[in-house]
């Protein structure tokens, strides 16, 4: 090995937190919210009493936690142009930047297991809760909102957090799609440079500091959110 | 949809002559589950190994223990192919890094693939190893002690057994989460199913079949995994314990 150079990393810093740390945080962020609400909203189909929408949730859930993200990835880029076209009556595929199709891939991917979550946290909910908001003359929607929902968001907060951590790690696969993300940005300037070893080591250190820190500060809240039922 | 679909160019021929697309992405396949089982059984083996030893009271081993995990665990597989793919030829002594460099392909990426995929996945299952053990009833290992078991022996006719039993349904995820990791391989030029599905697209420029033909493969897959470990499940249990199947079916 000739020699560290830690001159590249300096060189670079800059760009790699500005172009590509924005990317990743952004898209972990929104696909984080849109993973949630829309995941919260198939976990209300799945324990629905009316079948069919049991059904496709379900379906939707395990095709989604069978197949592996780099596969997912590759659909929506080539999918999202097309449902684009549709959508606004275009004749021919609408372009999508790498972003919003990565936006949309992990909103849909991580929605499945935030799902999952959701659900835990729903049936974690006394049944005796609903039945009496039922009895009290609240609609479906009235006891989901204001009495089911918002203890099974607030028991599930840490595992959403932890997902998300999960969430923010895969991000750096939308390498696949040459999306400048941190990962992706600094494989740019390792293959311009020639300094891979430089620059996939100060990749992992980033990623390991950012995640530990984050999982560090999940546990803790864990112990405290716990204590309050 | 403006899209010209055309579900035979699965028989046609591929351009690198080994056979029909179809062919082509069953023998991706194969390198899927190649590259899956061998990197399962490196997660297999430091994973119990490194999942018991946080268990034990032995207080550096298992702070040593930790600290592998929480590495592992914290970087994202990507970035760890690319650290066993690029970085580690370069770090290891010349002789050693040269000779991991001019490994014909598709070995020069498979061995790298499965090495990183071992490991990461090896941290997952010390993490399950740790759970099924801290969730036996503490009698158990002090049952062990009383009856001048050795700690050695009170994990190994004790403790793992049973942990074994415990572990196998979250093991089962920990399978079917390594089949599909392993499709972050093609990254570093493994030519496993989806990959093969990537380079089919560009042959044929049939996007669809060939992410839906891949997509079917892995269903199809994940089936046999969830039956075949169902089936081991029924073959292991231990009679009285409560299991999936086990308390409806009597």
């Known amino acids: 090995m000739s020699g560290f150079d830690f001159d590249v990393i300096q060189r670079s810093v800059w760009y790699l937190f500005r172009d590509g740390m924005t990317f990743t945080v952004t898209l972990t962020l929104m696909a984080m919210a849109g993973g949630i609400v829309f995941g919260t909203l198939l976990a209300m189909m799945r324990l629905a009493s009316f079948q069919p929408l049991a059904w496709v949730a379900g379906a939707y859930v395990n095709l989604m936690r069978s197949v592996p993200l780099v596969l997912v990835i590759f659909w929506f880029f080539f999918l999202v142009p097309y449902i684009g076209a549709w959508v606004i009556g275009e004749k021919t595929p609408i372009k999508v930047g790498a972003f919003w199709s990565a936006v949309i891939t992990f909103t849909m991917f991580e929605a499945a297991y935030y799902c999952e979550i959701m659900r835990a946290g729903i049936q974690s909910i006394a049944r005796g809760q609903v039945a009496a908001s039922l009895a009290l003359g609240l609609n479906y929607w009235q006891t989901m909102g204001h009495i089911v929902l918002p203890q099974a968001f607030r028991n599930m907060v840490p595992v959403l957090l932890t997902q998300t951590i999960i969430l923010f790690q895969d991000t750096s696969l939308v390498y696949v799609i040459s999306a400048t993300d941190f990962l992706g940005a600094a494989a740019k300037v390792a293959n311009r440079d020639y300094r891979l070893v430089e620059m996939y080591s100060f990749v992992a250190l980033v990623y390991f500091v950012i995640s530990f820190a984050a999982s560090y500060y999940v546990r803790s809240l864990q112990g405290r959110i716990a204590v309050v039922r | ?250």
Do not use: H
């Open chain 2, 1 to 250: 949809m403006n899209y010209n679909w055309n579900w035979g160019i699965l028989l046609q021929a591929e351009p690198g002559g080994s056979g029909s697309y179809l062919q082509y992405l069953v023998v991706g396949l194969g390198w899927t589950l190649a590259t899956a089982l061998a990197a399962w059984v490196i997660a297999l083996a430091i994973g119990l190994v490194v999942g018991t030893l946080r268990t034990t009271p032995l207080k550096w081993i298992v702070r040593l223990s930790n600290a592998y995990v929480e590495v592992f665990r914290n970087v994202p597989l990507i970035v760890q192919m690319f650290l066993w793919f690029f970085v580690l030829p370069e770090v290891l002594p010349t002789g050693l890094g040269d000779w991991m460099k001019q490994m014909p392909p598709p070995w020069g990426s498979y061995v790298p693939a499965v090495l990183c995929l071992g490991i990461y996945t090896s941290v997952r299952v010390a993490e399950q190893v740790r759970a099924g053990i801290q969730s036996l009833p503490r009698g158990q290992g002090m049952a062990g002690t009383a009856l001048g078991l050795s700690l050695l022996q009170t994990y190994r006719y004790v403790i793992l057994p049973m942990v074994m039993r415990i572990m196998l349904p979250p093991l089962t995820s920990e399978f079917m989460n390594i089949i599909k990791n392993s499709s972050v391989a093609l990254t570093i030029g493994l030519l496993e199913l989806t990959g093969r599905a990537r380079a089919m697209q560009e042959f044929s420029f049939q996007v669809f079949e060939a992410f839906a033909a891949a997509t079917a493969i892995y269903l199809l897959t994940n089936l046999v995994v969830v039956l075949g470990m169902r089936a081991l499940e029924r073959k292991v249990r231990v009679p009285g314990l409560i299991t999936a199947q086990g308390a409806g079916a009597q």
